[in-house]
C-alpha cells in the first residue's frame, strides 16, 4: 500500500507539471505580446496631455509618452501606431481591443485598477495649478481655493478632476473633454484655476505672466504612472514590468523625463 501510494502521488505530480505547463504555454500564446509580435505592430492608446504628448507645428505626436512608446516598439522589435484616443473614453477602447496598451500618463488608481491592470510606474506625476491673476487675486493655498465662489476647471475623468474635487470639496467645478478647453475658460477669466497634473500649469503660466500665475508653488499630489492593459495578461505584464526595469536602470526614462519636464528646449518644437 505504501508503495502505491508513493507511485500515485508521482503520477499526481507529473499530470500537474503537465498541466501547469500546458496552462502556461496557453496564457503565453493569448498573450497581447505575442499577438503584437505577430501583427508587427505595438497599438498604444493615448491622450494628449502636455508635455506628456502633443502635437507639433506640423501636426506629428511629440512628448515624453511618444518617446516611450517609440522606444517600447523599437525593443519589441516591431512598428508603432499612437491611437489618439478623448481621455474620457479611452479604457473602454482598451476593452474592446481598439489598441493593446494604454501609455497615456494614466495615474494608478485602485478605481481604474477594477478595470484594467497597471505595470509599475514608469514616472511619477502629482497635481498644480494655474490661476487668473484678478480673481484669484491674494490666493496662495488651497483653503483660498476651498471656496463655494471659487470655480475651478478640470479635464473630466481625471485624476486631476478627483483631486480637485478631494482637496478642494466646497468649490464649483466646471468639466471639459479637452484640457484646452479648460485653459481656454480660464484665459477668459471664467474660472479662477485649472487643476491638472505637473507642469502643465506651470508651463501655461509661462505663457500669459501678465494674466496668469501658479499660486502653490510645490505639487499638491503625488500619483505613480503605468502602462495600462486588459486584465490578467501577466506575461504583457510580466515583459512591461522588466522593460520598465531596465529603462530606468539605463537611464532612458529619467533622461526623457528631465529632456520634457526640466527644460524648454521642445518648445520651438510647438510655437
Known amino acids: 500500500m505504501k508503495k502505491l501510494g508513493l507511485g500515485f502521488i508521482f503520477l499526481m505530480l507529473a499530470v500537474s507539471t503537465a498541466l501547469a505547463g500546458q496552462t502556461g504555454t496557453a496564457?503565453?500564446?493569448?498573450?497581447?505580446?505575442?499577438?503584437?509580435?505577430?501583427?508587427?505592430?505595438?497599438?498604444?492608446?493615448?491622450?494628449?496631455?502636455?508635455?506628456?504628448?502633443?502635437?507639433?507645428?506640423?501636426?506629428k505626436l511629440i512628448g515624453f509618452e511618444i518617446d516611450v512608446a517609440k522606444k517600447l516598439a523599437k525593443d519589441m522589435g516591431v512598428k508603432i501606431?499612437?491611437?489618439?484616443?478623448?481621455?474620457?473614453?479611452?479604457?473602454?477602447?482598451?476593452?474592446?481591443?481598439?489598441?493593446d496598451v494604454i501609455i497615456g500618463g494614466m495615474g494608478i488608481t485602485p478605481e481604474r485598477n477594477l478595470k484594467v491592470n497597471?505595470?509599475?510606474?514608469?514616472?511619477?506625476?502629482?497635481?498644480?495649478m494655474v490661476a487668473h491673476r484678478k480673481k484669484a487675486d491674494g490666493f496662495s493655498s488651497i483653503e483660498d481655493f476651498n471656496q463655494k465662489e471659487v470655480i475651478i476647471a478640470v479635464r473630466t475623468g481625471t485624476t486631476a478632476a478627483q483631486a480637485a474635487k478631494?482637496?478642494?470639496?466646497?468649490?464649483?467645478?466646471?468639466?471639459?473633454e479637452n484640457e484646452s478647453q479648460a485653459l481656454q475658460e480660464l484665459n477668459l477669466g471664467r474660472v479662477h484655476a485649472v487643476v491638472s497634473s505637473a507642469p502643465m500649469p506651470a508651463f501655461?503660466?509661462?505663457?500669459?505672466?501678465?494674466?496668469?500665475?501658479v499660486p502653490i508653488k510645490e505639487n499638491f499630489t503625488r500619483e505613480p504612472i503605468g502602462f495600462a492593459i486588459r486584465k490578467g495578461d501577466y506575461d504583457a505584464l510580466n515583459y512591461f514590468n522588466n522593460w520598465i526595469?531596465?529603462?530606468?536602470?539605463?537611464?532612458?526614462?529619467?533622461?526623457?523625463?528631465?529632456?520634457?519636464?526640466?527644460?524648454?528646449?521642445?518648445?520651438?518644437?510647438?510655437?
Open 204 to 213: 501655461h503660466a509661462l505663457k500669459f505672466p501678465d494674466k496668469l500665475f
Open 245 to 271: 526595469l531596465i529603462n530606468h536602470a539605463s537611464g532612458f526614462l529619467k533622461e526623457r523625463q528631465t529632456y520634457w519636464f526640466e527644460t524648454k528646449k521642445w518648445e520651438s518644437l510647438v510655437q
Open 118 to 128: 497597471f505595470s509599475m510606474p514608469y514616472e511619477f506625476s502629482g497635481m498644480s
Open 27 to 59: 496564457l503565453s500564446n493569448e498573450s497581447i505580446i505575442e499577438k503584437i509580435q505577430k501583427q508587427g505592430v505595438l497599438r498604444v492608446g493615448m491622450s494628449t496631455f502636455v508635455p506628456w504628448a502633443m502635437k507639433d507645428k506640423k501636426g
Open 81 to 99: 501606431e499612437l491611437v489618439p484616443t478623448a481621455w474620457s473614453g479611452i479604457i473602454p477602447a482598451l476593452l474592446t481591443g481598439k489598441f
Open 166 to 176: 478631494k482637496y478642494m470639496p466646497k468649490a464649483r467645478f466646471k468639466l471639459f
